[in-house]
Every structure is written in structure tokens, then in C-alpha cells.
């Protein structure tokens, strides 16, 4: 009995502890999971100290003497936690004063693409070849002065975001995802980067300026309101270059909408007037938009059924992109991208790049019944300037890093939690409302099928007055998605700019 007894005593003081034995256990095993996150965290090399180099370049026919920089900008959650370090290149002039000197700051897009296109591409002092006919990955990625840089005329600031360049997170998966790779949350730290930036080199004086291409271009009307009305820091004015603006209206997932032909048949049309040795004006692609804007929606809206308005169209569609009258008829005249690209040139055994329709390789599987390769355009452009930019930090500003380089990240943007909703085009009309001086400047290749002129242009018709006239405007450049790729359309991006930032500063 008293062994019985005994036993029960202990069996129940076991069980009075159990609670406050596993709440022990709990904090040991969240203490030992904090210390194996922060060993996680710790166990990634720290990043170099900021570094600069001065250097010159001839921009617009002057040679001009500059001091470029690559830094880091931490990010920290709520409670102050380092989650993540932003690296930034950046182009500024010296003996200016800097209150006066406008800056820009950049940005790609994809999600998941680095700075480094509009770099060492577009707009910064340096420029390596790729996006052009002709170029390959093997090419030499030698940096050579960018005549076409915008340095001149202001301050440049290229920023990576996190999963890009050699920007990272410093968190666990979950909390990258939200902080990092969700729309909303994009802007918000990126926001504070830009006011982190400003604090630090004192330039909160300056003129500001915001520029990004593709879904750089979704970003900056974004960008430019949350800046106004929730950082508090002005924007003098906005460059969208390739512009993803209106993510609702691209793309082909529904058969009922006329609005996604539309927007793609001009860019058609410019690469076949552009094969056929034609000058790209209005006096050839005026006539594609008004038949696209009039008849063309007649007979969309009619639908196959009517076979006289599906047969107009058809007539239409063949005419003004080259293709096969028979192929065209046979798809009732809604020819999608993917079909274009493959069938203007299948006699060659080449495709044409999404992102410019005239940057052509060839078909891996031309045999096959589907496509079976990766686009032309941006499977060539990896390696050059992947290489340009690493020997550029690395060994010419002296950011000695042990990381990898991702121009383009394809995990970033499997990760991403996509908005696709017209959200910038309201934080444009929005941005602009509350501050008539702000100017908005959108550059646009005329054969890109990626991200099509045709779009932006609906969406300024649509405009209130105010935001017409000299406040949004539109310029078009022989080329695509990467038009600046040709020297002369990025001599004439550049001619275009600086007037328009002649004009407020």
C-alpha cells in the first residue's frame, strides 16, 4: 500500500511540475532558436564599408569628373531588427553645391531584376554592350564611357532591391517574403531607403527625381505618393522607361477583352513597318491606333460568328503585321504573342525577343509544335552585364565582397506576392493632383511587346486635364523594351530628359 501510496505522490508532484517543466523546456527551446537564427544570420560575412573611386567619362560631348560609390542601407523591422541590407551604386559630381543638384534614383523591375540594366545600359556614366542585335554573352564586358548618361545633369543613385545585385535579407524565408517580396511592402522600404540615403549623404535639399523601368515603372508613381504623403519628401518629377503601369490590362488570360490586342498590335505593326526598312512616325503607326481605336473594336466585339467582320479584321491584322493572311484567318485575326514572335521569321529558323521583336536567335526546336526556348533578349544579357558590374565593384571601386551577383533573380520572382491591380496608375493621377509641378516623363521603344507604348498612351487619353498637356509626357524611340540599347534612341531619351529637367531646375 505504501508503495502504492508513494508512487501516486509522485505520478501527481510529476504531474503539478508537467506545466512549469514544459514552459521551461518552451523558453529553452525558443532561446536555443533565437541563438541558431542568430548564428544564421551571423554566419553571413559582413558586407564591406562603403567605397568610392573617382573617375571621369565623356557625356555629351564633355568630359566630366565624378566620384562613384557603392554602399549599403540597412533595413530594420518595427522593433528595430536588422532584416535586410539594400546596396546602392551611386554617380555624384564633387564642388557642387549638392542642395541645388538634383538626384535620381533608379530602378529595374522584374520582380527581381538589379539596377545594373539602367547602369550600365541607359543612363549611367559607363555602358557595356548587350540588348542590340548582334550582341552575345561572350562578348567582353568591358566598360566604355556612356555618351547618353544622364550625369551630367544630375546626381545618379541605382538601387538594388533585396534578392538583387548584392542586396540581401538578413531574415528567415517567412519574413522576407512579407517584408520584401509582396508589392505594398516593396514600396514602403524602399521608401524609407530613398529618405535613409537623403539623411545620410544631407542632400534632403536637393531636387528629387524617380526612375524606373518595366516593373521599376510600377514602382515609381507609387514610390512618389507614399514619399509625399507618408515619408514627407517631395518629388520634383518621374521617368518611367518601359513602364509596367497597368498590370489589369496586359496579357491575354481572357477572350472577351479587345484591350489586350490593342495594346499588342502596334508593337507588331512597328517591328514589321522596322523590317520592311520603314521610319517609325506617326505617319505609319497614326493609322494602325486609329483603326485600332474605331473599326477594330467593331468587329472584335462582333465576335467569330460574323464572318464579314471577322474576315475585316483579319484582312487588318495580316496587313500591318506581316504574318500569313491564311494563319491569321484561321486564328479569326487574334494573333497572341507567343504566335508573332515564332511565325514572322519560321522560314529563317529564328524568334524574335518579347522584349524586342527585331533581336532575333534561333529555334533550339523548330520543329517542335511548341515553343521550347527561353527569350532571346534576356537569356543574351545575363553574363555581360553580370561580369561588368561584379569587376566594376569589385575591383574598380574596391567593394571587395564574397557574394554572388543576381542581375536577374528567378526566386525573387517566383516569391512574389504580385497586386495586380492599376494601383499605379491611381498613385500617378493622385501624385500629380497634389503637386502641379511635378513632371512625369514616359519613355517607350516602339516594338516592345513586353511592356507596349499602347498602353501607356490609353491610360494619359484617359487622363483629367491636369495631368495632360505638358504634365505627363509621352516619348516614343526606335527599339523595345531596351530601346537605349541603340545609341541613337538613348541620344534621344537623353535629349528629352534633360529637357524636361531644364525645365524645373
Known sequence: MRRAQLALGLLLATSALLPATQALHAADEKASASKAETASEDSLPPLPEDASVRQSAVIGGKNVSYTATVGTIPVHDAKGKLIGEVVYTAYTLPGKQAENRPVTFAFNGGPGAASVYLNLGAIGPKRVAFGAQGDSPS???????NPNSWLDFTDLVFIDPIGTGFSRSRADEKTTNAEFYAADADIHYLSRVIYDWLVKEERLAS?????????GGYRVPRLAYYLQTQIG???????????????????????????????????????????????LDESNMGPVEEY?????????????????ATARLS???????????????????????????????????????????????????PASSRAQYNDPLLTT??????????????????????????????????????????????????AIAIDPKMSVDIVHGWDDLSCPYFASQLIIDQMPDFGQASRVNLHKYPGGHMFYSRLDSGAAMRRDILESYAKRN
Open 139 to 145: 562578348d567582353p564586358a568591358v566598360l566604355q564611357d
Open 207 to 215: 531636387p528629387k527625381y524617380l526612375t524606373g523601368e518595366s516593373y
Open 292 to 308: 485600332l481605336r474605331t473599326q477594330f473594336l467593331a468587329d472584335f466585339i462582333a465576335g467569330p460568328r460574323d464572318k464579314a
Open 315 to 365: 484582312a487588318r491584322v495580316a496587313e500591318f503585321t506581316g504574318l500569313d493572311p491564311e494563319l491569321v484567318q484561321r486564328m479569326d485575326g487574334r494573333i497572341d504573342i507567343g504566335t508573332y514572335l515564332r511565325e514572322i521569321r519560321r522560314t529563317q529558323g529564328l524568334v524574335g525577343s518579347v522584349y524586342d521583336s527585331n533581336f532575333t536567335a534561333y529555334d533550339p526546336f
Open 233 to 279: 519628401i517631395g518629388v520634383n518629377g518621374m521617368v518611367l522607361v518601359s513602364p509596367y503601369l497597368d498590370p489589369a490590362a496586359i496579357g491575354d488570360d481572357t477572350a472577351l477583352s479587345p484591350l489586350p490586342w490593342m495594346l499588342n498590335y502596334p508593337a507588331m505593326a512597328a517591328g514589321h513597318f522596322e523590317r520592311q526598312g520603314q521610319h
Open 381 to 430: 544579357l545575363i553574363a555581360p552585364t553580370t561580369s561588368a558590374m561584379v569587376d566594376f565593384v569589385t575591383r574598380q571601386v574596391g567593394w571587395k565582397v564574397n557574394a554572388r551577383y543576381n542581375a536577374l533573380s528567378y526566386e525573387v520572382n517566383r516569391a512574389w506576392d504580385r497586386d495586380n491591380t492599376d494601383s499605379p496608375v491611381q498613385d500617378l493621377r493622385k
